[in-house]
């Protein structure tokens, strides 16, 4: 049989890849599933939210939610947000509602691999726009002269997955001015350390943010996730929403909307999640000091550490290791030619798992002579 043109060259990504090599002696510094284990009374609301009726949800998603997800916001409930299965599927609506052949979709270099695939998935030219080391900060100007009349998407993604960067907000101003439509992937949005990061929530009539529980709660195999445009934007997305998942799992709006309602359990619940990823980055920028000699900046966002390594394959070296250290990182390619040189390193795992990861990195170098 023959495959869809659509999808020749798409194959499994460079992460599921790596994480295909895993053995029970691995220690798995790749995926980016964040460690959280849910308390007594989240499980407490998980039982309550399995108490909803099981029948299909309004495509976009249960009002009482939608209000929830739109409180403090000039957005209408009715019309503006759709609840999703996941951003993953909202990215998919978002390109089915407005991507097509011969168009151009800007996505950042290095940036989540997804968006480029999408792209081509759709028949749209991917065109990237460069982030450069040591900041990983958006040049506007550069940025400006990548926009063309076929340009029809423009994806940011703050904080960045994989570098931990974060868009400011005059730069999400200038991004928004540029005038194609914007998304903006904001799903690691409350993983931050010293500020919240500025959101693209508002500004402007061509900006389509994404944000959702899996990262930030711990909920990645729940598959919750939501959009916020204005209507005229929304109203084709909600369409190839409907065709492509119907409704987001009932179950998980409903558990959503009861940590929405528990509020200062909520805020407990996210203070204690960044305290606990403040100690991981921190015991693996020590980690990756000490052993890598090699002194990061840290990351303003997410739970991820981008660091060069003394190798011109990344993804060669990513292999090796998995297969000669028993430790899983994902190659700086995955992620975009400017991430050759380089490996993501997940710290959303146990510090002890995070030393010793990083430390059998460091020992293969010194025996390779590296």
């Not at 407490?44 to 939210?49: C, D, F, G, H």
């Not at 558990?255 to 996210?270: H, K, P, S, V, Y």
């Amino acid at each position: 049989m023959k495959v869809a043109d659509r999808l020749k060259d798409v194959e499994l990504s460079l992460i599921r890849q790596i994480n295909a090599l895993a053995t029970p002696l691995s220690v798995n510094l790749g995926i980016g599933e964040p460690n959280l284990a849910p308390d007594g009374h989240f499980r407490e609301l998980a039982e309550r939210a399995a108490q909803v009726p099981w029948q299909y949800t309004p495509n976009a998603g249960t009002l009482s939610l939608r209000k929830r997800l739109c409180e403090g916001t000039l957005f209408d409930p009715k019309t503006e947000v759709c609840v999703t299965a996941g951003t993953q599927e909202a990215l998919f609506a978002v390109f089915t509602a407005y991507v097509e052949p011969g168009d151009e979709v800007l996505v950042p270099n290095p940036g989540f691999l997804s968006y480029a695939t999408l792209a081509k998935i759709h028949g749209a030219e991917v065109v990237t726009y460069d982030l450069d080391p040591p900041d990983w900060r958006i040049d506007i100007q550069a940025l400006r002269k990548r926009v063309t009349p076929k340009t029809k998407l423009i994806i940011v993604n703050s904080p960045s997955n994989p570098l931990g960067s974060v868009a400011d907000a005059p730069t999400l101003d200038a991004v928004a001015a540029l005038g194609p439509l914007v998304v903006s992937d904001e799903v690691y949005r409350e993983i931050w350390y010293d500020a919240p990061p500025p959101t693209m929530l508002g500004r402007g009539a061509n900006v389509v943010t994404l944000n959702g529980l899996s990262k930030s709660h711990g909920m990645t195999g729940l598959r919750l996730g939501w959009m916020h445009a204005q209507a005229d934007v929304m109203k084709p997305i909600i369409t190839a929403h409907q065709y492509i998942a119907t409704c987001a799992s009932a179950f998980s709006q409903g558990l959503a909307e009861l940590i929405f309602d528990d509020a200062e359990w909520n805020r407990t619940w996210l203070a204690a999640m960044r305290a606990q990823f403040a100690a991981q980055r921190e015991a693996a920028l020590y980690a990756i000091r000490h052993e890598l000699e090699i002194e990061l900046e840290p990351p303003a966002g997410a739970f991820y550490a981008f660091a060069a390594v003394p190798a011109c394959d990344s993804i060669s070296f990513a292999k090796t290791l998995a297969t000669d250290a028993a430790v899983l990182v994902i190659p700086g390619l995955a992620f975009g030619t400017r991430g050759q040189g380089f490996i993501r390193i997940s710290y959303a795992a146990p510090v002890e798992q995070i030393t010793a990861g990083i430390e059998r990195i460091g020992r293969w170098l010194r025996a390779a002579g590296i």
